[in-house]
């Protein structure tokens, strides 16, 4: 006889506490009242979150599932056990097997131990067979449970009623609204492990027949299987068609398969192994329609099972095939559907249609490596997550803020801003860059700037809401200085307008300033477009990888969207080092030497000459002189501006490009308002017979970000021909266009003869 142990009932202030422990009748109860703490798992409140959400799957599902935890075993089951337990129950709850189950550990024990050693059992023989009459037994087929570290923390079995099978009935069935109704009920239990749902479910043929217990089971074996291996993250499930296939995807964040087990899982499905639970189960059902099942998985990244059948249904035995298309009816789901009656009302995560499966993975990593605090909340405020940058930011944890109402880190002078943010997000409407001020762990204020959005469930029901808090108290420490520079700013004017007789000085002064002021801002420009490359550098880095690693399983679109992310980061890329170039001609003081400007085109139409043979561009050019300026800056005005004739080439003609230089007439020198007239200048031309363009646009293009054409049809920034004006500023000199549509265009550069 084995007796039960010491009861001890928690606290409604703990109970409340630990709410992956409610409902689950009778064991649910007897876990609870568990005097933990002289057991190996210890007490509840140290316990990890693999075992919490175990333990919560347990107490919801009405399928008999029991655990193993831990080295000695220690023992949880569900009420759905207690029938097939028989004396067993209430004693082996929370001992070690080999005390609770006495004699019959020792047929058991060498299970668990190659299934903890190995994470494989023989594909014909379940860890565990329960017989309850001559003709119905439970098979108990065990999988590992990783625990928060990654390392295997315990089993987990999960019980298949095995009876005499009835025939398989195939009929008609709008596979798309089947398959999005049934994922409406399994949203609540991945909601309630902590998870993320992505579903995207496309329309497909009309001719689909389907055995509708089999496509449940098939659906339901693969959720149960994402959600056993998968601690954080998400699941996503997709549904489209490849030419006369019907494919269903169910991808996972989770733990995945070593290449060792991988292999041994595809060989098991290559020879169609016996088996009446997990992938083995779900390759003869799938096989039943005519189809195939096919696994990939890598370890620490997840899996991915793509299940495709055939439309139509030629391919079915023909006394199986029903006439009737199949009503949209679930006799089955819920005799396997988790209650969820009991679990504390947490906030549905938002379902979000034409997701990539990837595209879990990308958001768990942007939410945890963010540097803005991430958290969502219920409608009535309770915090369901709070992410690494939301600890460092208020310094609570998560485990403190989780479950917590949001209200506990607002102020007392400004709780009348929470029920105004809620109105708003139960109306639909984002709540974006509202400045306030939190509360912070140790008791001071954070100035922040939030931006909060609702989150809607599968049906759209707006449930909750998710919160990025920025930390703005350094930009208000400025924001607090250069008020205070202003103020002075607006003394010391007011003092200088007094003051008639030092005006000229006062002027002299305002200038100094100003010209100070723009170095600074474009110094800031500078060193903003600097730090832009390093995340830009992330974004192309991972979208390569992501694209490399997953290119085999991405749909073209996903290709496609990958293609074009890298695309805009290459462009991106060159948009910042071009801003730089230009930032750079400010506040880097580049010396001017005597330079042959014939050398400096000749290097540059050597940087051309792939484009040059490739095009047969015709080039003319004459004699240019020596001048006293900066070779690096004369290089990047040659350069912008013949890639800018390479670039716009008329089809009609064969390209022509001219480049010489004369002494500017006097005549002309006159008419330039910036030129100094004491001064000689010579007048560089770079003349082409390309597209050309309105010569009303002659002093846009100069203009940084402007251009004429459509990005698609030309390549560009928008920011050469502004480099090439800033770097004849800066040897004070001019530049002017002309232009005539379909004849070509024609550059003038002025420099001075000596500086």
Request: glycine content about 8%.
């Amino acid at each position: 006889m084995i007796n039960a142990p010491l009861k001890v009932t928690l606290s409604g202030h703990a109970a409340a506490a630990y709410g992956f422990l409610s409902g689950g009748g009778e064991t649910g109860e007897q876990i609870r009242s568990f005097d933990w703490e002289s057991s190996p798992v210890g007490p509840v409140e140290g316990w990890s979150q693999s075992l919490k959400t175990c333990i919560r799957l347990l107490l919801t599902s009405p399928h008999p599932m029991f655990l193993w935890w831990g080295s000695e075993a220690v023992y949880f089951y569900n009420d759905a056990m207690i029938a097939l337990l028989g004396d067993l129950h209430p004693g082996s709850l929370g001992r070690p097997a080999a005390q609770g189950w006495g004699d019959l550990w020792d047929q058991l024990e060498p299970q668990f131990s190659s299934l903890m050693a190995s994470g494989m059992l023989a594909a014909d023989r379940p860890l565990l067979q329960v017989m309850r009459a001559p003709d119905l037994s439970y098979h108990f087929n065990g999988s590992l449970v990783p625990g928060d570290t990654g390392d295997m923390a315990g089993v987990m079995a999960v019980g298949a009623a095995v009876s005499p099978a009835a025939p398989p009935r195939f009929v008609k069935t709008d596979i798309s609204g089947y398959t999005s109704e049934l994922l409406k009920h399994f949203e609540g239990t991945i909601r309630k492990a902590g998870l993320t749902l992505v579903v995207n479910i496309q329309p497909v043929s009309e001719e689909v027949y389907v055995d509708r217990h089999m496509w449940e089971m098939i659906l339901f074996t693969l959720l149960s299987n994402a959600l056993r291996y998968t601690l954080s993250g998400g699941i996503a499930v997709r549904l489209s068609q490849e030419g006369d296939l019907v494919q269903l995807s169910v991808s996972d964040s989770g733990a995945g398969m070593s290449a060792s087990l991988l292999a041994a899982v595809r060989e098991t499905l290559l020879h169609n192994d016996d088996g009446n639970s997990g992938i083995t189960l779900i390759n003869k059902l799938v096989a039943r329609h005519g189809g195939q099942l096919q696994v990939d998985s890598t370890a620490g990244a997840g899996s991915h099972f793509l299940i495709s059948i055939p439309t139509g249904k030629t391919h079915l035995p023909a006394d199986e095939v029903m006439s009737a298309s199949g009503a949209v009816v679930y006799r089955y789901y819920q005799e396997f559907l988790p209650e969820m009656e009991f679990a504390p009302e947490l906030p549905k995560n938002e379902l979000q249609p034409a997701a990539d499966p990837a595209a879990i993975y990308t958001l768990a990593a942007i939410v945890e490596s963010s540097d803005d605090a991430i958290i969502s909340k219920t409608l009535d405020g309770v915090i369901t997550s709070w992410n690494p940058a939301a600890e460092k930011l208020f310094g609570f944890t998560a485990a403190e803020m989780i479950g917590e109402v949001i209200t506990r880190i607002i102020p007392a002078d400004r709780m009348e801003e929470e029920p105004r943010i809620i109105a708003k997000l139960r109306a639909g409407e984002r709540v974006d860059h509202f400045e306030t001020k939190r509360l912070t762990k140790s008791g001071g204020l954070v100035d922040i700037s939030l931006t909060i959005s609702p989150v809607k469930d599968i049906e759209g029901n707006i449930v909750g809401a998710s919160k990025i808090a920025r930390d703005i108290t350094g930009q208000r420490r400025l924001f607090a200085a250069l008020k205070e520079s202003e103020a002075k700013y607006m003394q010391l004017a007011l003092k200088l307008e007094a003051l008639v007789d030092q005006r000229t000085r006062e002027l002299l002064d305002a200038n100094f300033y100003l010209e100070k002021s723009n170095r600074e801002l474009e110094q800031f420009a500078y060193v903003t477009s600097h730090d832009l490359q390093e995340p830009l550098r992330k974004i192309h880095t991972f979208a390569g990888m992501l694209y490399n690693v997953n290119k085999e399983i991405l749909s073209e679109t996903s290709r496609m969207y990958i293609d074009k992310v890298m695309f805009s980061a290459r462009r991106m890329s060159q948009l910042i080092n071009e801003l730089l170039d230009y930032s750079r001609l400010v506040h880097v003081k580049d010396p001017f030497v005597e330079t042959d400007l014939n050398e400096i085109l000749k290097n540059v139409l050597t940087d051309y000459e792939v484009t040059i043979d490739r095009h047969d561009v015709q080039l003319e050019l004459g004699e240019l002189p020596r001048l006293l300026v900066s070779p690096l800056q004369m290089n990047q005005l040659f350069h912008n501006l013949l890639g800018n004739a390479l670039k716009f080439l008329s089809p009609d003609r064969k390209p022509l490009i001219k480049v010489y230089a004369q002494l500017l007439p006097a005549h002309e020198r006159a008419v330039l308002q910036d030129l100094d007239p004491e001064k000689d200048y010579y007048m560089i031309t770079i003349k082409d017979n390309g597209i050309g363009f309105e010569q009303m646009y002659a002093a846009k293009i100069f203009q940084i970000f402007q251009r004429l054409n459509e990005r698609t049809a030309f390549e560009g920034t928008g920011i050469g021909l502004a480099l090439c004006s800033k770097i004849v500023l800066n040897h004070k000199g001019a530049i002017y266009a002309n232009g005539v549509p379909d004849e070509g265009a024609e550059f003038n550069v002025i420099l001075p003869v000596s500086a």
